[in-house]
């Protein structure tokens, strides 16, 4: 994507910064300029494919053992434990979190039947 977003802003900003090729050393701020923004729109995107990730070993975990409830008191006490906010806010979550918060996932585990 930064290869196809790069040449149309050399192009918009040559006259002012003199660089016209990807290539010249000068242009590297903005290619780090946009190398960042897109990190920062594609971070929602990377934390919800950890977050899916992660509830599918939660369902493994908890098939496992056969056991929701030892699972959700194993997450209760890594939330007394951890500095971490157990339910924080959905915003927060989406472009924040690489993990399903604590308080969703107690909350599945209690909703999985025991095996």
Do not use: C, K, N
Not at 26 to 39: D, H, N, Q, S
């Amino acid at each position: 994507l930064l290869s196809r977003l790069a040449p149309p802003a050399i192009s918009a900003t040559s006259e002012q910064t003199g660089v016209t090729e990807v290539s010249d050393v000068a242009a590297y701020p903005l290619l780090a300029i946009l190398g960042t923004g897109l990190g920062f729109l594609a971070a929602p995107v990377q934390a919800a494919v950890s977050r899916w990730m992660e509830r599918r070993a939660d369902r493994y975990a908890i098939g496992l053992t056969r056991d929701p409830e030892a699972y959700a008191q194993a997450m209760e006490r890594l939330a007394a434990t951890a500095l971490a906010d157990p339910d924080p806010p959905r915003p927060v979550v989406l472009m924040l979190y690489s993990h399903p918060p604590v308080a969703e996932r107690i909350r599945a585990a209690r909703a999985t039947t025991p095996a």
